[in-house]
């Protein structure tokens, strides 16, 4: 009997095909549950959050090692028919070599796509020289060609994270990345309209990931200036992380009033037991 759920290849084509025209939305669940209960909204595509899954596990973000990350991405490649990218931080290595053969390890996943960043494995604080950083993008590209599969290369750069006004070093960044075959590119951080439109040109045809992680543009807004895909990181992590801690403080107060603002048991439970047909 032939199975109802897409193979991973036919996630990794649709995944391919998302970059090609348009914008999509692709937010970040930090478990199972929140995954499926994106799918079950009707988003296209995940992605995961290393940070929201730090906080899930009671850590710092960049508090995790590989194998935890590596379980976690085939806990979420194995719960949603939708494709996965993965938040795969800095590699988990410092030289190309490392990056390339945990790049390797996370294909076996089942991602459709990976994310390195250029944020030090050493020292979170600090970023890898450009040189370095395109070496290990290259080192990424040539571990996901010699696997033979299609999965999305996204490359991005911390820098607007650590100094907001450097938008133009951000992408000579990106550019690189792209040259050194990168798919997506991805500066965390841009927000003015100008920016993004600059970035958008820079890398082009080579589409372009937003991070929302406030209030600001909506959808159409990005969708005008060109961004391809959205994502929103750690911040739906964050959002319920603030309902349980408001909820949470009413109740030391001595009030329950806040447990009213939660979702009936039975339409949660709809939404899951969806999953089990």
């Known amino acids: 009997m032939e199975s109802s759920h897409p193979s991973t290849e036919q996630k990794r084509t649709a995944f391919r095909e998302l970059h ?3 914008t999509f939305l692709i937010p970040n669940p930090w478990d ?22 730090s906080w899930s596990t009671g850590r710092p973000d960049y508090g995790l090692e590989l194998p935890t990350v590596l ?4 806990c979420l490649c194995g719960a949603v028919d939708v494709p996965v990218n993965a938040d795969f931080q800095s590699g988990f290595a410092r030289e190309p070599e490392g990056v390339a053969g945990n790049v ?12 390195i960043e250029d944020t030090q494995i050493e020292d979170a604080s600090r970023l890898y020289d450009l040189g ?14 010699n696997a033979g599969v299609d999965v999305v290369l996204v490359a991005r750069t911390e820098l607007l994270l650590h100094e907001p006004s450097a938008v133009s070093r951000a992408i000579e960044k990106l550019v690189a990345f792209a040259d050194a075959g990168a ?14 439109a600059a970035m958008v040109r820079a890398v082009a045809p080579k589409p372009l990931n937003v991070l929302m992680a406030r209030p600001g543009l909506g959808v159409a807004e990005l969708a005008e ?4 895909r959205i994502s929103v990181g750690g911040a739906l992590a964050r959002v319920a992380w603030a309902a349980v801690l408001d909820t949470a403080k009413q109740m030391q107060a001595g009030s329950f009033a806040g447990l009213a603002k939660g979702t009936p048991p039975s339409d949660l439970n709809a939404v899951f037991k969806s999953f089990e047909s």
């Not at 499926?36 to 290393?50: I, K, N, Y």
């Not at 390797?104 to 994310?115: H, K, N, P, W, Y």
């Not at 370095?132 to 060609?145: D, G, K, S, T």
């Open 20 to 22: 090609q025209e348009g």
């Open 32 to 53: 199972a549950g929140s995954a499926r209960l994106l799918q079950h909204l009707g988003f296209p595509a995940l992605a995961s959050t290393s940070a929201g899954l």
């Open 104 to 115: 390797r390890l996370a294909l076996e996943t089942g991602i459709a796509g990976v994310s």
């Open 225 to 228: 200036l060109g961004v391809r």
């Open 132 to 145: 370095l950083a395109v070496e290990r993008i290259r080192a990424a590209r040539a571990a996901i060609a």
């Open 71 to 74: 379980d976690h991405l085939r």
């Open 183 to 196: 798919d997506c590119l991805f500066a965390p951080g841009v927000r003015e309209r100008e920016h993004i």
